[in-house]
Structures are given as C-alpha cells and as structure tokens.
C-alpha cells in the first residue's frame, strides 16, 4: 500500500509539471496512471 502511495505521488507531481509545460500527452499519460494507482489502492482496501 505505501509503495502504491508513492508510485501515485509521483504520478501526481509529474502531472502537475507536465501541465506546467504544455506537455499536453505527457500530462494525460500521468493522469492516467494516477487514475490506475488509485485503482489499485481500493482494490487493496476493500479486500
């Protein structure tokens, strides 16, 4: 769960930097894999 934590905060600040460029691709591709780790971190939750 902590591992997962930190991949997803990573995820977020890559996005918020990617946005801050205009690397428009880059910021979607973060923003899905953020969407993936949060995924991720309910399934752990709720099991």
């Given at each position: 769960?902590?591992?997962?934590?930190?991949q997803?905060?990573?995820?977020?600040?890559?996005?918020?930097?990617?946005?801050?460029?205009?690397?428009?691709?880059?910021?979607l591709?973060?923003?899905?894999a953020?969407?993936?780790?949060?995924?991720?971190?309910?399934?752990?939750?709720?099991?």
């Amino acid at each position: 769960m902590k591992e997962l934590k930190k991949q997803y905060e990573s995820a977020k600040k890559d996005s918020i930097q990617f946005m801050k460029n205009g690397q428009i691709a880059a910021y979607l591709n973060a923003l899905i894999a953020m969407n993936n780790y949060k995924r991720m971190m309910l399934a752990v939750v709720a099991n």
